[in-house]
């Protein structure tokens, strides 16, 4: 039975979403973040920090170790509150790295330690050109052209990482545009790929005990990438917000 949850990202715009749901389910929390500060935020609401850099590949896995998790979650990112499209160019490199790099660092932590569920973050506009609507079988665009090449080459790092380790049930959430509370979004550019950030918060807590390994589009419509896999296998609501339930 699953009981302790190794949440990378937890004060991250999902994982603020994430961490209450987990510990409302039942399930410890360790919480990874970079800051003091936020640290003392998530012991406030009951989740166990961990001060840590995903490229700290030491000291990570001294943090996994110490958790013992049975799952990991992966929400990392490095995107500033509120980052506009025109300056996301100056954070391609960095989300890549995180994907890539870091990805590695944690597979690598979660094997040591016997983790046999990976929950990933993924993004659902990496998907090579085509007509109609995207589905998971889908390829993704790796020859792409820059910057979009960076961003595409992170996503397959970061999937095959997960996928491809033997033992390891990797679920990779492909979520559209954030938007909501955190995220300083309140509409995304592409309102036809779009989730709520709460509803791509209780996907990953519905991923971790529900749905095979694989990967699951996460978007409020099919009208840009099909989600209905989500719904089927993990009992995904694109409708759930969190203040609904207070």
Same mark, same amino acid.
């Given at each position: #039975?699953?009981?302790?949850?190794f949440l990378? +990202?937890?004060?991250?715009?999902?994982?603020k979403?994430?961490?209450p749901?987990?510990?409302?389910?039942?399930?410890?929390?360790t919480?990874?973040?970079?800051?003091?500060?936020?640290?003392?935020?998530?012991r406030q609401?009951?989740?166990?920090?961990?001060i /840590?850099?995903? @490229?700290?590949?030491?000291?990570?896995?001294?943090?996994?170790? =110490?958790?013992?998790p049975?799952? /990991?979650i992966?929400?990392?990112?490095?995107?500033?509150? &509120?980052?506009?499209?025109?300056?996301?160019?100056?954070?391609?490199?960095?989300?890549?790295?995180?994907?890539?790099?870091?990805?590695?660092?944690?597979?690598?932590?979660?094997k040591?330690v016997?983790v046999?569920?990976?929950? %990933?973050?993924?993004?659902?506009?990496?998907?090579?050109?085509?007509? &109609?609507v @995207?589905? !998971?079988?889908? $390829?993704? *665009?790796l020859?792409?052209?820059? $910057?979009?090449?960076?961003?595409?080459?992170g996503?397959?790092?970061? =999937?095959?990482?997960?996928l491809?380790?033997? +033992? #390891?049930?990797g679920?990779?959430?492909?979520?559209? @545009?954030?938007? &909501?509370?955190?995220?300083? %979004? *309140?509409m995304?550019a592409?309102?036809?790929l779009?989730?709520? %950030?709460?509803?791509?918060?209780?996907?990953?807590?519905?991923?971790v005990?529900?749905?095979?390994g &694989?990967?699951?589009?996460?978007? !409020?419509?099919? %009208?840009?990438?099909?989600?209905?896999?989500?719904?089927?296998?993990l009992?995904?609501?694109?409708a @759930?917000?969190?203040?609904?339930?207070?």
């Open positions: #039975m699953i009981r302790k949850i990378a +990202g937890a004060s991250g715009a999902v994982g979403r994430l961490a749901l987990l510990l409302e389910a039942g399930y410890a929390v919480g990874t973040t970079r800051s003091a500060e936020k640290a003392a935020s998530l609401i009951g989740v166990e920090p961990a /840590v850099d995903v @490229f700290d590949a030491e000291k990570l896995a001294a943090a996994v170790v =110490e958790s013992q049975d799952v /990991v992966h929400q990392l990112t490095d995107l500033p509150y &509120g980052v506009s499209p025109a300056a996301m160019k100056d954070f391609i490199g960095r989300n890549a790295r995180i994907r890539s790099e870091g990805t590695a660092n944690l597979v690598r932590a979660a040591a016997g046999r569920r990976m929950i %990933v973050q993924s993004i659902a506009w990496a998907y090579a050109p085509k007509a &109609g @995207f589905v !998971e079988t889908d $390829p993704l *665009d020859h792409a052209e820059e $910057p979009r090449a960076t961003t595409v080459g996503v397959a790092a970061m =999937e095959q990482a997960v491809r380790e033997p +033992g #390891m049930d679920i990779v959430l492909r979520y559209g @545009f954030l938007y &909501g509370p955190g995220t300083g %979004v *309140d995304p592409n309102p036809d779009r989730v709520h %950030v709460d509803a791509a918060a209780v996907a990953a807590l519905k991923a005990e529900r749905g095979a &694989g990967i699951y589009n996460v978007t !409020e419509t099919d %009208v840009v990438a099909n989600s209905g896999k989500a719904r089927d296998a009992g995904w609501d694109a @759930f917000r969190i203040n609904d339930r207070q």
